[in-house]
C-alpha cells in the first residue's frame, strides 16, 4: 500500500525565488491538504485540495499556491520567497466521505525549505 | 480561529511508567480529535482519533475525550524510550486541521 509521497526532500533556494513542491496522496486518497511547520510548532494549515480544486485555504498569503491534477497528486507553489518561509512543508492526504470534515489525514515524509 | 493549547514541556517520565498528555481547544463545537507523534526531524504519524466523549484504547495507547469540559488527552502506558517524541494534538476545523503545538516527550530508561 503506497503511502504518501513528497518531493524533494530537501530545497536551498534564496530570497525572491520561486519554488514548487510536490505530493503524491497515499493509494486510494482523494485529498491533499498542505501545512507549513516552522521549527518547534506545530503544523500550520496552507490549503486543501479535492476534485481539482481549492477547498479551504488558511491564513497563508496569495503567494501560496497549489494546484491538483486527475490523479489526485498536487503541488505547491511559493513565489518571492521569504527566509520567513523556511520550514518543513508536509503534505497530508485523506478520503473524503461524507463531506462533513474531520477525515483522517496522513502525512507524507515532508519537504525541507531553506530559504537564504 | 479554533484554538489548540498544549503545554511545550519537556514532559520526562521514567521507563515503564504512565505518560499523560493533555489538550484543550477553544471551539465547543468540535467534533473529531486526533493524536500524532512525530519523532526529530520526521513527519507526525497518526496514533489514534476520537470523536466520542469517554475513553478509547489502542493497545499502550489510551485518548480521553471530555467535550464538556473542552480536553482531549492521550495517555501511554508502560512508556518506552523508544516513545520520546513530539505529541501534537489535532482538531478538525471544517476540511482541515489546527494542531496545538506539540508536547516533548522524553522517557528516560
Known amino acids: 500500500d503506497a503511502g504518501v509521497t513528497q518531493s524533494p526532500t530537501h530545497l536551498i533556494k534564496t530570497r525572491g525565488q520561486q519554488v514548487t513542491l510536490r505530493c503524491s496522496p497515499k493509494?486510494?486518497?482523494?485529498?491533499v491538504s498542505w501545512y507549513q511547520q516552522a521549527l518547534g510548532q506545530g503544523p500550520q494549515f496552507i490549503f486543501q485540495?479535492?476534485?481539482?480544486?481549492?477547498?479551504q485555504r488558511g491564513n497563508f498569503p496569495d503567494r501560496f499556491s497549489g494546484h491538483q491534477f486527475p490523479n489526485y497528486s498536487s503541488e505547491l507553489n511559493v513565489n518571492a520567497l521569504l527566509l520567513g518561509d523556511s520550514a518543513l512543508y508536509l503534505c497530508?492526504?485523506?478520503?473524503?466521505?461524507?463531506?462533513?470534515?474531520?477525515?483522517?489525514?496522513?502525512f507524507g515524509p515532508g519537504t525541507r525549505l531553506l530559504v537564504l | 480561529q479554533k484554538e489548540v493549547e498544549q503545554n511545550s514541556g519537556p514532559l520526562s517520565v521514567p521507563e515503564g511508567a504512565i505518560a499523560s498528555l493533555n489538550c484543550t481547544y477553544s471551539?465547543?463545537?468540535?467534533?473529531?480529535f486526533f493524536w500524532y507523534r512525530q519523532y526529530s526531524g520526521k513527519s507526525p504519524e497518526l496514533i489514534m482519533f476520537?470523536?466520542?466523549?469517554g475513553d478509547k484504547e489502542d493497545g499502550r495507547f489510551t485518548a480521553q475525550l471530555n467535550k464538556a469540559s473542552q480536553y482531549v488527552s492521550l495517555l501511554i502506558r508502560d512508556s518506552q524510550p523508544s516513545d520520546s517524541a513530539t505529541y501534537l494534538c489535532?482538531?478538525?476545523?471544517?476540511?482541515?486541521?489546527?494542531f496545538g503545538p506539540g508536547t516533548r516527550l522524553s522517557v528516560l530508561p
Open positions: 485540495y479535492y476534485e481539482e480544486e481549492e477547498r
Open positions: 497530508a492526504s485523506s478520503l473524503i466521505a461524507g463531506g462533513a470534515g474531520g477525515e483522517t489525514q496522513y
Open positions: 489535532a482538531v478538525e476545523e471544517g476540511q482541515n486541521f489546527v
Open positions: 476520537i470523536y466520542s466523549n
Open positions: 471551539d465547543r463545537g468540535s467534533q473529531s
Open positions: 493509494s486510494g486518497h482523494d485529498t
